[in-house]
């Protein structure tokens, strides 16, 4: 027992069951010859097919460290270069949050899951149908999540779609991120010029450009290729402009499997971490040593149609696969998952973003994306599957921390006494002290009885989640920002959304 005792204190099981940070790892859809073909093909797109369409500075920089441009006027990189980017690439990412409960810590294989997906419809709770969505739900999502223990970060979830200006709707997309969530935000930018004005309102909203620069509370990236391996003029850009954050750069790429990449599950694994290692050597050889988040997103095709299928085996599987490569480099990784193809938080949606989260999330891929809120296979963005997938995400945290086994915890004494003794274990010392550090507790699944159930309304998990949502939006109007601070950022930037809008009391929910 002292054995048992003495591994407790030197590695303490957590105050609650579950956090950000839980270690993952333990599945591994690769085995480690298959990883080994992997990486080898992987070399080889990035040697002799290469990349189409460089930036400049990302070309004159390239061929300085013995890139080539190949007959095909494509970017080739040679193995030796890629394999050194990797080696030195920094490891150990943090993230902070406006106030210093939400840092994380994002290396090795620890767990985190957040949002996004940039949807261009909201689901308002208990509706049928959906509504384009608006500069208003980029600031309502972020004040659920707020509340969100199991959403560790937040991401525009839906698209300002009414804001046609899209240096205004990125200035907007900010202020509303932040004023919503203390929480680490990811930013997106249509053009690097965009991240200036961003970064100087940031700078307004920290109480100076040293303490964001102390404390950078967001970070920038995109989508710097257009699969199959060619890079984006204005995302790579992007990504290069976002350094000036000094936090990492988010790069993501996303070929859709048998339509921008191979039928293969493996080819199109192959393909997505090149594009992403692509992005990685953008970023480095203009910027050496810059912290990259790692991206690889591959996307599956219903072969029937063609169309995306965000909740399928095979996204689930490719998916977690895409983490373990990544992680085998070393790289902080993130990948999708939480993509229902489901119109409505249903049936549907909760065993598809179940199966693809815990997939990620078991073979540690460091940020979880578009884990909670998404649905119609990213289309749609829902208030009601926020609250539920918050549940969710709990569940799926618990199994990554899995089960502690040492000589206290397999229990062998208590069990001796309680057979000869009372007969059960609810009153063991034990089973008290346990109750919050071994098990999670959902917030709106229902665990009662059926009697209970039907007493309560026969409520659906949708109705209970919708009335949850409803609670916090009509209540939570945190005040983030410094009045002061606040109203000269009006008078110097196009801040769209009202005052009124942003306290309690004005009926919107």
Same mark, same amino acid.
Not at 228 to 242: D, F
Not at 244 to 265: E, H, I, M, N
């Given at each position: 027992?002292?054995?048992?005792?003495?591994?407790?204190?030197?590695?303490?099981?957590?105050?609650?069951?579950?956090?950000?940070?839980?270690?993952? *790892?333990?599945?591994?859809?690769?085995?480690?010859?298959?990883?080994?073909?992997?990486?080898?093909?992987?070399?080889?797109?990035?040697? =002799?097919?290469?990349?189409?369409?460089?930036? %400049?500075?990302?070309?004159?920089?390239?061929?300085?460290?013995?890139?080539?441009?190949?007959?095909?006027?494509?970017?080739?990189? %040679?193995?030796?270069?890629?394999?050194?980017?990797?080696?030195?690439?920094?490891?150990?990412?943090?993230?902070?949050?406006?106030?210093?409960?939400?840092?994380?810590?994002?290396? *090795?294989?620890?767990?985190?899951?957040?949002? @996004? *997906?940039?949807?261009?419809?909201?689901?308002?709770?208990?509706?049928?149908?959906?509504?384009?969505?608006?500069?208003?739900?980029?600031?309502?999502?972020?004040?659920?999540?707020?509340?969100?223990?199991?959403?560790?970060?937040?991401?525009?979830?839906?698209?300002?779609?009414?804001?046609?200006?899209?240096?205004?709707?990125?200035?907007?997309?900010?202020?509303?991120?932040?004023?919503?969530?203390?929480? $680490?935000?990811?930013?997106?930018?249509?053009?690097?010029?965009?991240?200036?004005?961003?970064?100087?309102?940031?700078?307004?909203?920290?109480?100076?450009?040293?303490?964001?620069?102390?404390? %950078?509370?967001?970070? +920038?990236?995109?989508?710097?290729?257009?699969?199959?391996?060619?890079?984006?003029?204005?995302?790579?850009?992007?990504?290069?402009?976002?350094?000036?954050? +000094?936090?990492?750069?988010?790069?993501?790429?996303?070929?859709?499997?048998?339509?921008?990449?191979?039928?293969?599950?493996? &080819?199109?694994?192959?393909?997505?971490?090149?594009?992403?290692?692509?992005?990685?050597?953008?970023?480095?050889?203009?910027?050496?040593?810059?912290?990259?988040?790692?991206? %690889?997103?591959?996307?599956?095709?219903?072969?029937?149609?063609?169309?995306?299928?965000?909740?399928? #085996?095979?996204?689930?599987?490719?998916?977690?696969?895409?983490?373990?490569?990544?992680?085998?480099? #070393?790289?902080?990784?993130?990948?999708?998952? +939480?993509?229902?193809?489901?119109?409505?938080?249903?049936?549907?949606? @909760?065993?598809?973003?179940?199966?693809?989260?815990?997939?990620?999330?078991?073979? &540690?891929?460091? =940020?979880?994306?578009?884990?909670?809120?998404?649905?119609?296979?990213?289309?749609?963005?829902?208030?009601?599957?926020?609250?539920?997938?918050?549940?969710?995400? +709990?569940?799926?945290?618990?199994?990554?921390? #899995?089960?502690?086994?040492?000589?206290?915890?397999?229990?062998?004494?208590?069990?001796?006494?309680?057979?000869?003794?009372?007969? $059960?274990?609810?009153?063991?010392?034990?089973?008290?002290?346990?109750?919050?550090?071994?098990?999670?507790?959902?917030?709106?699944?229902?665990?009662?009885?059926?009697?209970?159930?039907?007493?309560?309304?026969?409520?659906?998990?949708?109705?209970?989640?919708?009335?949850?949502?409803?609670?916090?939006?009509?209540?939570?109007?945190?005040?983030?920002?410094?009045?002061?601070?606040?109203?000269?950022?009006?008078?110097?930037?196009?801040?769209?959304?009202?005052?009124?809008?942003?306290?309690?009391?004005?009926?919107?929910?």
């Amino acid at each position: 027992m002292r054995k048992g005792r003495k591994a407790r204190l030197e590695n303490p099981p957590p105050a609650t069951a579950i956090g950000p940070g839980m270690i993952g *790892g333990r599945f591994k859809p690769l085995s480690d010859p298959e990883m080994q073909q992997v990486h080898t093909t992987v070399l080889d797109v990035l040697e =002799n097919i290469g990349m189409a369409d460089p930036i %400049p500075v990302l070309r004159e920089r390239a061929l300085a460290k013995g890139c080539k441009i190949n007959e095909h006027d494509r970017l080739c990189f %040679p193995r030796a270069l890629v394999e050194d980017v990797i080696a030195h690439a920094g490891k150990a990412i943090q993230w902070c949050g406006q106030d210093e409960r939400y840092d994380l810590d994002l290396s *090795g294989t620890r767990v985190h899951t957040y949002g @996004g *997906g940039e949807a261009v419809n909201a689901l308002d709770p208990g509706a049928d149908t959906y509504r384009p969505s608006t500069i208003l739900d980029v600031y309502d999502f972020a004040r659920l999540v707020d509340r969100m223990d199991n959403i560790h970060a937040f991401s525009r979830l839906v698209v300002a779609t009414e804001l046609a200006d899209l240096k205004v709707c990125d200035i907007n997309t900010a202020y509303a991120s932040v004023a919503g969530t203390q929480k $680490h935000t990811a930013l997106t930018f249509s053009y690097a010029e965009h991240v200036e004005p961003t970064l100087e309102m940031l700078y307004m909203v920290a109480g100076g450009e040293k303490k964001f620069k102390d404390r %950078p509370f967001c970070h +920038g990236g995109g989508c710097p290729i257009i699969s199959p391996l060619r890079y984006g003029v204005h995302n790579s850009e992007v990504c290069i402009e976002a350094t000036k954050f +000094g936090s990492p750069v988010w790069v993501v790429t996303a070929p859709q499997a048998g339509a921008t990449a191979p039928a293969a599950l493996a &080819g199109t694994l192959v393909q997505v971490i090149a594009e992403a290692l692509a992005a990685l050597l953008m970023v480095d050889l203009v910027h050496p040593g810059y912290p990259v988040i790692m991206g %690889p997103w591959p996307f599956v095709s219903d072969l029937r149609t063609g169309s995306f299928s965000g909740g399928s #085996g095979e996204e689930a599987v490719v998916s977690a696969a895409a983490a373990q490569m990544i992680n085998h480099y #070393g790289l902080v990784s993130s990948v999708g998952a +939480g993509m229902t193809d489901s119109k409505s938080p249903d049936n549907q949606s @909760g065993y598809e973003k179940g199966i693809t989260v815990a997939l990620a999330a078991l073979a &540690g891929c460091n =940020n979880v994306s578009e884990s909670a809120g998404m649905v119609g296979s990213l289309m749609g963005c829902s208030y009601e599957a926020i609250v539920a997938d918050n549940d969710m995400l +709990g569940n799926v945290l618990r199994t990554v921390r #899995g089960i502690e086994v040492n000589e206290e915890t397999l229990s062998y004494g208590i069990i001796d006494e309680v057979v000869h003794g009372e007969g $059960h274990f609810l009153r063991q010392p034990q089973t008290l002290a346990l109750m919050r550090s071994e098990y999670a507790y959902p917030e709106v699944a229902d665990r009662g009885t059926p009697a209970e159930w039907e007493e309560a309304g026969s409520l659906s998990m949708r109705q209970r989640a919708a009335e949850r949502a409803k609670e916090i939006l009509s209540s939570h109007y945190p005040v983030y920002i410094d009045p002061d601070v606040d109203r000269q950022i009006r008078e110097k930037f196009p801040i769209l959304l009202s005052p009124e809008d942003m306290r309690s009391g004005n009926g919107r929910w």
